[in-house]
């Protein structure tokens, strides 16, 4: 009920089918604070607006930002982001879960072919690009079609960005993540 045409860069919905741009709004937001901060003469920001990162100049101390991680299997620290300046974006299916009246466990990631919450076997995503609304989509992306090389990973890998999708097995990353 979605049809995508990449030819002319649009997107049809079926009637009646809701768009939820919050995750898209937070990411942009970030990248719009984050340039005004900079430009009234800051030296470096990070702006954290619900897990949607932007992070501009030199973190305190000078350099570059480092950015743990968490494992979703865990709850520790699993990895760090060493960054000059980019977006960075996690969605994990791990939280904001309930049951539904039929005992059913649920959570709010919908998978837009289903309309039904994601049957995925990642249990997280996180995602690198150059903007941070860029990587909230693309995180999403990732998350949904878990460690696919031909699905989420694969339109992460065209932009240019860098992910890390980790699933209850195994880790997958883009080619990318290794640079990041």
């Known amino acids: 009920r979605v049809v995508v045409d990449e030819v002319t860069s649009t997107v049809e919905l079926a009637a009646g089918t809701a768009l939820d741009p919050g995750g898209i709004g937070k990411g942009l937001a970030a990248d719009l604070v984050s340039a005004d901060v900079i430009a009234a003469g800051a030296v470096g920001v990070l702006v954290n607006l619900g897990g949607d990162l932007r992070v501009r100049g030199e973190a305190p101390g000078g350099g570059p930002w480092k950015l743990d ?10 990895w760090r982001i060493v960054i000059d300046e980019g977006g960075i974006a996690t969605s994990s299916r791990c939280r904001r879960r309930w049951h539904a009246p039929d005992g059913t466990e649920r959570h709010h990631l919908i998978d837009p072919r289903t ?46 960005a860098a992910a890390l999708v980790v699933t209850e097995s195994l880790d997958a990353t883009s080619s990318r993540w290794n640079q990041v």
Not at 69 to 78: I, L, N, Q
């Open 69 to 78: 991680v968490e494992d979703p299997r865990t709850g520790g620290v699993a």
């Open 115 to 160: 309309a039904r919450p994601s049957r995925t076997p990642a249990l997280a995503a996180t995602v690198v690009a150059a903007e941070a609304w860029q990587a909230e989509v693309l995180v999403k992306a990732a998350l949904l079609d878990g460690a696919r090389d031909d699905g989420g990973l694969a339109a992460v890998e065209r932009t240019g």
